[in-house]
């Protein structure tokens, strides 16, 4: 499960960011505990306590004393907000400036993404549009 490049401890924290971001995991859901990583993916304690430490600091997770660590209230939102920054900047910016070098006008590349949307919708009738979505 974890084969990426980056340290074991980023990873763990990117999968559970994913799993709350995808509703995997819901608010105040508690998440398996660093010992529970440890015997899963046979991987060191502390690595696990690493990543969980790095959630806690950004509010995606929270601790409560004996019990364990839970999901934070907001925590999807806050996630999707900041992704969305990420998603301009790191996708739809080079996008744009893209289609500009290639002599595209900005009304195709939307007309393409409204029927890549329809296309996908049809093929998922359960999908349904997020907030804010035209």
């Known amino acids: 499960m974890f084969d990426g490049r980056e340290p074991l401890y980023v990873q763990i924290a990117d999968q559970i960011?994913?799993?709350v971001l995808s509703g995997a995991?819901?608010?105040?859901e508690q998440v398996m505990s660093t010992t529970q990583y440890a015997t899963t993916f046979r991987i060191n304690?502390?690595?696990?306590?690493?990543?969980?430490?790095?959630?806690v600091d950004e509010?995606?997770?929270?601790?409560?004393?004996?019990?364990?660590?839970?999901?934070?209230?907001?925590?999807r939102e806050k996630l999707r907000?900041?992704?969305r920054d990420t998603f301009f900047a790191d996708v739809v910016d080079p996008m744009l400036e893209q289609a500009r070098l290639l002599g595209i006008d900005v009304d195709e590349v939307v007309a393409r993404l409204r029927a890549n949307a329809a296309n996908a919708a049809a093929a998922?009738?359960?999908?349904?549009?997020?907030?804010?979505a035209r």
Request: aromatic fraction near 6%; glycine fraction near 10%.
């Open 124 to 132: 998922d009738p359960t999908d349904t549009p997020q907030a804010g």
């Open 45 to 55: 304690p502390a690595t696990a306590a690493k990543a969980f430490a790095e959630l």
């Open 17 to 19: 960011r994913q799993d």
């Open 59 to 75: 509010g995606v997770l929270y601790k409560r004393r004996g019990v364990g660590m839970f999901v934070a209230p907001g925590a």
């Open 81 to 83: 907000a900041e992704r």
């Open 25 to 28: 995991l819901e608010a105040e």
